[in-house]
C-alpha cells in the first residue's frame, strides 16, 4: 500500500507543480508576489501603514492563490476515469483524496512561504512581524489546502463547479484568515495555536467529506 501511496503522490505532485493549462505552481506564486507588488500603489508610500497593514494583505493573497488551482484538484480525474480505476485496485476514494490534499499543500504552501520573504520586504514588514507570518502560514495553508481540495469534490461535474468553488472556499476560509491574520496584530501564541486548530479540524474532515462527494459524483 506504501509504495501506492507514494506512486499517488508523485503523480499528484507532478500534475500540480508542472501545471499544464493551468500553469502549474508558478501561477499562484505570481498571483501572490502581483498582489504584494500592487498593494502599495493602491495604498500609497506610506511605510508605517504598509508595515502595519501588509501581513494581513498577504493572508489575503495566500486565499486567493490557493483558489488558483480548484478546477483542476478533482474533476478532471472523475472525467476521465481514474477514481473507478483506483477503486479496483484498492484504493479508496478518501485515500486518494488524503494524498491529494498533500500535493496540493506542497505544490502552493512551501512555495508561497518562500515567495512571503520578498513580499514582506516589499512591504517593511518587520523582523518578527514576518516570522509570526510564515509561523502563520506554516499552519494554515494546510487547511487551506484541505479546504479546496474537499470544496473541489463538491462542486466536481457541476456547471461553472470552478467559479462556484472558489465563491464557497472564501467564507470557509474566514476563521483560518482571522486567526492568522489576528495573530500578527495580537503577536501572540493565541492566534497562530488558533490557527493550526482551525487547520487541523479541516485536515480531519477532508479525506471523509472529500471522499463521499466524489463517490456522489461518479453515480
Known amino acids: 500500500m506504501s509504495g501506492r501511496i507514494t506512486s499517488l503522490l508523485r503523480r499528484d505532485l507532478a500534475r500540480l507543480v508542472l501545471g499544464g493549462r493551468g500553469g502549474g505552481a508558478l501561477m499562484p506564486v505570481l ?28 493572508w489575503v493573497a495566500a486565499l486567493l492563490a490557493a483558489i488558483l488551482p480548484l478546477d483542476r484538484l478533482v474533476e478532471p480525474d472523475i472525467e476521465q476515469g481514474l477514481f473507478d480505476q483506483w477503486a479496483l485496485r484498492g484504493i479508496s476514494e478518501e485515500l486518494v483524496i488524503a494524498v491529494r490534499v498533500l500535493a496540493h499543500w506542497l505544490s502552493f504552501g512551501p512555495p508561497l512561504m518562500l515567495a512571503a520573504l520578498l513580499s514582506a520586504a516589499l512591504l517593511g514588514l518587520e523582523g518578527a512581524t514576518l516570522r509570526t507570518l510564515e509561523l502563520g502560514l506554516l499552519a494554515g495553508t494546510p487547511g ?76
Do not use: H, K, N
Open 31 to 58: 498571483f501572490f508576489v502581483s498582489v504584494a507588488i500592487l498593494y502599495p500603489f493602491a495604498v500609497g508610500p506610506d511605510a508605517q501603514l504598509l508595515a502595519r497593514t501588509g501581513g494581513g494583505v498577504i
Open 144 to 219: 487551506l489546502a484541505a479546504l479546496g481540495v474537499t470544496v473541489a469534490a463538491l462542486t466536481a461535474g457541476l456547471r461553472g463547479g470552478a467559479a462556484l468553488a472558489g465563491l464557497l472556499v472564501i467564507p470557509m476560509a474566514v476563521p483560518v484568515l482571522i486567526f492568522g491574520a489576528g495573530s500578527l496584530s495580537s503577536g501572540g501564541e493565541s492566534g497562530l495555536a488558533l490557527t493550526a486548530a482551525a487547520s487541523l479540524v479541516l485536515l480531519a474532515i477532508a479525506p471523509f467529506a472529500g471522499g463521499a462527494a466524489v463517490r456522489a459524483a461518479r453515480r
